[in-house]
């Protein structure tokens, strides 16, 4: 990317920022909740780390994609689910609290998985033998991602006032990044957009249908409750694009601006089919409570 301050400066102070705000929502008994919750939260984790991925390669061989942008739709599938899945969770009628939790380990998580997914994606498609993400660069991942988390549970402790009171600021200002990094990717990219949206596109839509409705249909078939499973899908259906911009775009990272437009495209285009699908969800958990109550 030309503006080298975008990306090696404001791109990770801007993911830093987002990363803090989700630890000012955080505390400890998020993560202790996995104990009370254990299925719904392997269910939800083996969907989402280990299926997603396979569903994902299986979608960028079938349509052809050029190798940086398999690897850059691989970085998305990697990517831990957003905290915008909270929201959608929340209009859904879902258990929010599961996923503020699944949030929390997923993001830990992610540390370990996302570059070996990264890393494997640049050695298939690419071929050359380059691995993106060695442990030092691995380190870099955990600082921009777990540091942040920490330091705004440890505020969260100590000023509970003080988080309640910054959480939503933080959640507008997390789309207003979030927005902005998307333009910036695509007008990179600005000459070959439009071939690039075409090429990705498809391919986006499905990955968020696909990931929307395994993640609701899964944990169903395992005999989660209907709030579980709307949890489940909004976690799984809705990926961390910002991070996973910043590493596609990164100088010290993956330091490529092709392999981010299957993330920024993927930015935009989610919000239609997972608002669509919220919304019959929440219609539906609606009409059934008010059918039990007759």
Known sequence: ?????????????????????????????????????????????????????VICFGLVK??????????????????????TANLFSHLAGGDVALNVTLTAVNSVLAVVTLPIVVNLSLAHF????????????????????????????????????????????????????????????????????????????????????????LGYAVPRLAKLGERQSIACSMEIGIHNATLALTIALSPSLLDNSEMSIPVAVYGIIMFFPTGLFAYYLSRRTTAQRAGSSV
Not at 174 to 192: G, H, K, M, P, Q
Not at 198 to 213: D, E, I, T
């Open 126 to 213: 690419l071929g050359d033998g380059q691995i993106g993400l060695q442990p030092a660069k691995m380190l870099q991942v955990f600082a921009i991602v777990l540091v942040p988390v920490a330091i705004g549970m440890l505020v969260r402790n100590k000023l509970p006032a003080f988080a309640e009171r910054m959480t939503r600021p933080v959640k507008l200002g997390s789309i207003v990044v979030l927005v902005l990094v998307i333009f910036a990717a695509i007008y990179t990219e600005r000459d070959n957009v439009l071939d690039y949206i075409a090429a990705v596109g498809v391919v986006a839509l499905l990955l968020n249908v696909l990931s929307l409705a």
């Open 1 to 53: 990317m030309d503006d080298s301050v975008l990306t090696s400066v404001l791109l990770p102070i801007a993911l830093a920022i987002i990363m803090l705000g989700l630890g000012l929502t955080l505390t400890v008994a998020d993560f202790s909740r996995v104990l009370r919750m254990p299925r719904a939260v392997l269910i939800a984790l083996g969907v989402q780390v280990i299926l997603l991925p």
């Open 62 to 83: 079938l349509f052809g994609l050029a190798p940086a942008l398999a690897v850059g739709m691989m970085l998305l599938a990697a990517s831990p689910g957003g905290t």
